[in-house]
């Protein structure tokens, strides 16, 4: 089984509508994040937390919010979908204890029309 | 400021050609971590390589090498003989130990192998 999951892995819905795109881990980590992909653009940090009580904003966090349920759960939502949220939406993991490194999930690719 | 940039937005080569995608990059702390991910075109980021700031030995892995350079900050990395499973987007990120774990990914470069 994967380490990191993201579900769902497609999405297609409206203007105006709330999506919560899920991320899980079975890595042990107490730091999760989410970035969006946008062509020509590289991977930007929307938000982060280094563990359950502790969330971060990132580069890009207006029209976002995030929940981490759990250490092993850190869930992203669009209160109200626009068009350019289109975007591919990656999870990672990373531990202090691993020299940095950040495991990504396979990513959701979400389009709102 | 960019902290990490790849100038090559775009790279085509024939097949068993070398390319080198260049990484430059820019921080003020003396202990980091700089990466490489390769992005096929089905999307998953596949990790390549991790460097620390106090280990400057290039790194070869089969076809791939790694040359690390503190004095002009770039981080490049060379494919020998390129084949056209190669074609991907390629990024460099950049992890301070200051800012704890958060990444700063460049801006990739895509890379076409012809046949």
């Known amino acids: 089984d994967a380490d990191v999951t993201q579900t769902p892995r497609n999405r297609i819905t409206k203007t105006g509508k709330r999506i919560m795109l899920e991320c899980s881990q079975t890595?042990?980590?107490?730091?999760m994040y989410w970035y969006r992909q946008d062509p020509g653009l590289g991977l930007r940090l929307i938000y982060y937390?280094?563990?359950?009580?502790?969330?971060n904003k990132g580069e890009i966090s207006d029209g976002y919010s995030v929940s981490r349920q759990a250490q092993a759960k850190f869930s992203l939502s669009l209160e109200s979908a626009i068009p350019n949220q289109t975007a591919l939406y990656f999870c990672a993991t990373g531990s202090g204890f691993s020299y940095n490194e950040q495991f990504f999930g396979p990513g959701t690719r979400l389009t709102v029309l | 400021a960019q902290k990490v940039t790849q100038a090559q937005t775009e790279i085509s080569v024939v097949e068993k050609e070398d390319v080198t995608l260049d990484c430059v990059y820019e921080?003020?702390?003396?202990?980091?971590?700089l990466f490489w991910y390769k992005q096929p075109p089905s999307g998953e980021l596949v990790f390549l390589i991790r460097r620390n700031s106090f280990d400057e030995q290039n790194e070869i892995s089969g076809r791939y090498s790694w040359n690390f350079q503190k004095s002009t900050s770039s981080f490049n990395f060379t494919i020998t003989a390129s084949q056209v499973v190669d074609s991907a987007v390629y990024f460099c990120a950049l992890s301070e130990a200051v800012t704890g774990n958060q990444f700063y990914f460049g801006t990739g470069t895509s890379l076409t192998v012809i046949p």
């Open positions: 937390s280094f563990d359950v009580k502790d969330i």
């Open positions: 890595k042990g980590h107490d730091r």
């Open positions: 921080t003020r702390d003396t202990t980091y971590y």
